[in-house]
């Protein structure tokens, strides 16, 4: 896998921003990150599965209601990010507000045909914020460090991640509580978190591609798909940050069910979650040191290693050991992948399809989960979870592997 990461970094050139003060910087960072822990602050996160089980959802049910999540996020990545990059970015991330709300009090009802609305929201609303939420903050850097880009971003990014786990780590641990009161209270309270997240959006620059404001949106997404293609390194960064993600997400929230089956309460599962929430966020405040010492050729396969190891752990019988796991190494893993990847993928961006090619790779992440996450439930009711983790990691090696012989494939093809 090292040799996906060799190529220099390669950005399309784009207008020069405006000047503007410190004071006005601090005040755009300001409100961003407001609007980041406003909506990740997510009550259900922890608990909805279980929401889900209770009402009569089978294993298998339910990894068809998140592969329907899956397929609705993916056929609308790409649109959404051209929506993002000629409509606006600020306007696509109050969009995805919106339609989270929306989504959000579908689920109230846990009928099928209303969950199923539910969650085709929740993934159009994921959709909407797809590379627009890293693109304005790529934005913000370059106004504050025109000379040190990609350097001045890797720590705004680690910043953004950190404040999206303190919102999860307070939705997370109170999220079961309010479930105890009443069972649809942590929806409607995430109903009004997304809305109430769009007024801090009011106070951030819009952004879109003033180049492009008479392009087609056919000719855009052509643009997008070539630039991946056309860059090696950047389409094995899309494939490898899609692939670890969709094996840590799966991970995540089959997770819910396997302690809940050991016997943790809703509240343990919670405070389970909320801590693995509190040591990502102590690794993701390193990242950026982190980042300085490794190049990508090791870091990357280093630390999906790491993940990878993480999840062998969890696949362990001793339950204690097992959850060591899950709370040290596997979070290790996303907390150093999540800020790397982003800042190594906004490095070799066009600046006129940035949020389109980034929409790529949750597009493919999506594509992923389609596949991974229904089979999963289905082996869930067939075998142990503990032999599941396994292939888990079968597929995330496998796969990475597979996509390093592609880029190298493609590296050699262009030499000649």
Known sequence: MSDLLLEPPVVAEASVPAPVSSATTRRWLIAFY?????????????????????????????????????????VAEVPTGVFADLVGRRKSLMVACIVGAVGELCFLTPAVPLVLLSISFSALSFAFR???????????????????????YSKLVSRMFLIMLVGEVIGSATGGFLGRVLQVLPFLCQAAMYLLAILPLLFV?????????????????????????????????????????????????????????????LAAIGLIIA?????????????????????????????????????????LPQGVVSLLGYLVLL???????????STYLNERCPEEQRATVLSLQTGLFSAAMIVLFPLFGLGATQIAYTVLY??????????????AGLVWFLKRGRGR
Request: glycine letters at 10%; hydrophobic letters at 50%.
């Open 34 to 74: 407001s609007y980041i822990l406003t909506y990740n602050t997510i009550f259900s996160s922890a608990i909805w599965v279980i929401y889900l089980a209770a009402h009569g959802y089978s294993p298998f049910a339910i990894g068809l209601v998140e592969t329907t999540f899956h397929v609705v996020k993916f």
């Open 130 to 152: 797809g590379g627009a939420e890293e693109s304005l903050l790529w934005m913000i850097a370059g106004h504050q460090a025109p000379t040190q880009q990609a350097t001045h």
């Open 205 to 265: 620059p819009e952004q879109r591609v003033a180049a492009s404001a008479h392009v087609s949106a056919m000719r855009h997404v052509g643009k997008a798909f070539r630039v991946a293609w056309r860059t090696p390194m950047l389409l094995g960064l899309l494939l490898v940050g899609a692939l670890s993600d969709s094996c840590w997400t799966t991970i995540y929230y089959y997770n819910q069910l396997y302690l809940h089956g050991l016997g943790f309460s």
């Open 275 to 315: 801590g693995s929430r509190v040591i990502n966020f102590g690794v993701t405040a390193a990242a950026p040191r982190i980042m300085r010492v490794l190049p990508p050729r090791w870091l990357v396969p280093l630390f999906v290693g790491i993940g990878g190891a993480g999840v062998l752990v969890m696949s």
């Open 331 to 341: 979070q290790t893993a996303v907390a150093v992948l999540s800020p790397a990847l």
């Open 390 to 403: 396994r292939w888990v990691v079968v597929a995330m090696m496998g796969g990475c592997a597979a996509v």
